[in-house]
Every structure is written in structure tokens, then in C-alpha cells.
């Protein structure tokens, strides 16, 4: 049998994070002793590493509770295992399309500061600037009309 901090040495969790987890019910085989002391069996160190891995996908506390409780019912439940993975799947690819979409504008950004750095171009960056910049008749890039980008 293992403590908590044996539990969280072996699986790379935090002690915190093992608590957390018991007390949310996602290690049902955790067992206390009679001073009410979490231990952990080999079946616990399983279901830890399985939480690990399910948080690593971005799937919540609520979900992963709900996919033990799945496993807990037995074979059964496959089916209903899988579609929640592939729940978290698609969840992930739209995740996946909004960075990709965060790292292309901020390489838009690098080019215009290496613009800028070049003195090709005014530097319109700080919005602390802008008010001037309105007051002189120009525009600023938060203000000035998007036009709607093609795919």
C-alpha cells in the first residue's frame, strides 16, 4: 500500500492533485485506514495514471468522472467510452484550428515589428500612441475596417 506522496511520486502528480482526485470519487478503489489515511493499491495507481492521461487531453473533472463511472459498469460501456473520446477529439481539433489560427497572427505581428525594427514602416503598435495619431486624421489597427479574409 502507498501514501499519497508514494502515489504522487510514482505518477507524476502533485499530492494535491491525488487528494483532489480522491475526493472527487475518480480512484474508486482507494482505501483508508483507520486513521483515515488515503492508500493506494496497484488498482489505484492504475486508475491515477488514468486520470493523468485523460486530463492531458483537455477533458474535464466532470467528464472523467463520468468515464470512470463508464469502466466502473464494465464492457458494456464501450461504446459510450469511445464517443466520449471522440467528444473530446473534435474539441481538440477546433482547439488545434483556433492556435494555428493565434500563431499565424502572431507571425503577421513579427513581420510588422521586424518592419518597424527596419524603419520600413511607422510603428502603429501602441495604442497609447493612437489617440494622436485619430487626432491627425489617421487610423489606427484596432479602428481601421477589416476586410473579410478569404480561406
Given at each position: 500500500m502507498h501514501t499519497v506522496k508514494e502515489a504522487a511520486e510514482m505518477t507524476g502528480l502533485t499530492e494535491h492533485a491525488v487528494r483532489y482526485y480522491t475526493d472527487k470519487g475518480l480512484v474508486p478503489t482507494v482505501q483508508r485506514n483507520k486513521n483515515n489515511i488515503r492508500l493506494f493499491d496497484a488498482d489505484s495507481i492504475n486508475w491515477l495514471y488514468g486520470i493523468k492521461c485523460l486530463k492531458q487531453t483537455g477533458m474535464p473533472i466532470e467528464s472523467i468522472k463520468t468515464y470512470v463511472d463508464l469502466c466502473l459498469e464494465g464492457d458494456s460501456t464501450v461504446a459510450q467510452r469511445c464517443a466520449l473520446m471522440m467528444e473530446y477529439k473534435e474539441a481538440a481539433l477546433i482547439q488545434l484550428e483556433e492556435a494555428k489560427q493565434r500563431v499565424a497572427?502572431?507571425?503577421?505581428?513579427?513581420?510588422?515589428?521586424?518592419?518597424?525594427?527596419?524603419?520600413?514602416?511607422?510603428?502603429?503598435?501602441?495604442?497609447?500612441?493612437?489617440?494622436?495619431?485619430?487626432?491627425?486624421?489617421?487610423?489606427?489597427?484596432?479602428?481601421?475596417?477589416?476586410?473579410?479574409?478569404l480561406s
Amino acid at each position: 500500500m502507498h501514501t499519497v506522496k508514494e502515489a504522487a511520486e510514482m505518477t507524476g502528480l502533485t499530492e494535491h492533485a491525488v487528494r483532489y482526485y480522491t475526493d472527487k470519487g475518480l480512484v474508486p478503489t482507494v482505501q483508508r485506514n483507520k486513521n483515515n489515511i488515503r492508500l493506494f493499491d496497484a488498482d489505484s495507481i492504475n486508475w491515477l495514471y488514468g486520470i493523468k492521461c485523460l486530463k492531458q487531453t483537455g477533458m474535464p473533472i466532470e467528464s472523467i468522472k463520468t468515464y470512470v463511472d463508464l469502466c466502473l459498469e464494465g464492457d458494456s460501456t464501450v461504446a459510450q467510452r469511445c464517443a466520449l473520446m471522440m467528444e473530446y477529439k473534435e474539441a481538440a481539433l477546433i482547439q488545434l484550428e483556433e492556435a494555428k489560427q493565434r500563431v499565424a497572427h502572431l507571425e503577421q505581428k513579427a513581420l510588422q515589428y521586424q518592419a518597424i525594427l527596419e524603419q520600413r514602416i511607422p510603428d502603429m503598435t501602441n495604442p497609447a500612441n493612437w489617440g494622436k495619431v485619430l487626432e491627425d486624421g489617421g487610423q489606427v489597427p484596432a479602428r481601421r475596417k477589416r476586410e473579410p479574409q478569404l480561406s
